[in-house]
């Protein structure tokens, strides 16, 4: 964990910026998690998610939270890290603001993540950007000056 850090080449995502979540005023607190390429990630990043929110006093966005943190990680561990012969590492960011709760996941892909348009009733996969869509404010992608994404979702308080 590092703490108070951007992701490695967050700070220098210029060419996309209209696509970064407008940052509010006030000062943020940041929290970061390293994470391997693993099904095992995904409960570490839930109890990480779990302990920050308690930390900072937002158990009501907690549900909202560890759901939409889970979608965008699954999603990177499917889609991002099978197009990649190697295995970096993969980064869960939140980004606390006065009124609002930025949750960010980095993978190595540049590919866009693309929601399904209209996902299958029956289907058990395809519905993960649009639970992320529903659960947030809004959310998004930019491009990585070090290579891959990060994918981003606003949570707004209460």
Known sequence: MDRGRWPSGLEHSCPMRAQWPETPAGSPELERLVLAPTAASVRRARDFTHKRLADWGLE?????????????????????????????????????HPRSLVVVVTDPASAPPLPVVQPDEFATSGRGLHIVDTLSSRWGWVPLSTRGKAVWAVLDEM
């Open 60 to 96: 009501e966005l907690l549900d909202d939270t560890v759901i939409v943190m889970s979608e965008l990680l699954s999603n990177a561990l499917t889609h991002a890290l099978t197009r990649t012969s190697t295995t970096p590492a993969l980064q869960l960011v939140l980004i606390r």
